[in-house]
């Protein structure tokens, strides 16, 4: 498939080896007479084990490299770390997200450093040895290139990265052979369909780094268990023992909390400055969903705003994560708008969220360390958990 379209279509996959931990230890995860137990540590802790997961989860899934919206105008572009590789989105001349593993064809120098923020550009320059290629990805120019005899421009075009724009995201599939996104989702695209996430906008962004393994945040993520130990600020403007979870299909994890009968979203005093987002039942504008598309997408969904963690693992025990506040359109052009009450609430839930990541981490590094078992209330984790377990086992992504 050419550089020009940006479906590149799902390859068949592989056989893979599970991962490297003992197979008796990721059994005693699962075991079916219980509820089951944590990962055994060396899952938190060992480089072997974070390869394996970068390789299968990360570059085998459909992974979050953030909003579309940030790359809306032709020519923009970002470059973004996933998995055991870099992708350059840009956005074409006719509209198209598409994505390119950012590496240019010359001499393998990476087309733009990752991290950075957007930038617009009318073509795609290599700072190397400046070969050129339009936003289609195909070569254009060889300034200063002393050609030899069989070179032909067309057999250098960009080498495409699959793709794919959902609810206002770049979804991109490094390996190519993941299943389609619609069927990777599953039930999840329906469930947040109300909350139209492709028509908000980003009004706030923080960056953090936690000295934990990236799965800890989306454990600690998976339950309120934890909320009348650290969290007195959310518990005043949403009961913790409150809500279920979902058992739907999709690579995803999650349910929803409700709302303290004051509450009118979650902020410090329970009052929105926003406005309720317009595509809510009564029941969903009283509750707040909390779904983790697996591997790296946290998604909030409340009344008025949607909250996003998009997790980057770093090492094994470090992790990259930003977090993002969007926000409906109408409520960013009001005057004197101001996201803080929404931001400033999470943020120190958050940072108490890291804290408890980060001692986790020691706690697990330690050679004390005995995983322990799941309650009742901790049913997401121990989906979570499972699915990792399960995919250890079978060398590949089950849900």
Known sequence: MNSRNPGVPATPRAQRPPAPLPRDELAAVLEPGGSGCMLPAAAYTNDDVLAWEREQFFDRAWVCAGRSGDLAAAGARRAVRVGNDRALLVRGDDGTLRAFYNVCRHRGHELMACGGPAVTRGAIHCPYHAWTYDLAGDLTATPRFNAPPSFDRTDHGLVPMRVEEWRGFAMVNPSGDAPALSVYLGAFDELLAPWEPERLVVAASHEYVLQANWKLPIENYQECYHCAAIHPELCVVSPPDSGDNYTLPGMWVGGAMALADHAQTMSLDGQSRGVVLPGLSAEQARTVLYVGVFPNLLLSAHPDYVMTHRIEPVSPTETWVECQWLFDPAAISREGFDPAYAVDF????????????????????????????????????????????????????VA
């Not at 980060?358 to 050679?367: A, D, H, K, L």
Request: proline fraction near 4%.
């Open 346 to 397: 999470w943020d120190i839930t958050n940072r108490q969220d890291w804290d408890a990541c980060e001692g986790v981490q020691r706690g697990v590094s330690s050679r004390g360390y005995r995983p322990g078992p799941f309650g009742l209330q901790e049913d997401a984790v121990q989906q979570f958990v499972h699915l990792v377990a399960r995919s250890y086992l079978a060398g590949d992504l």
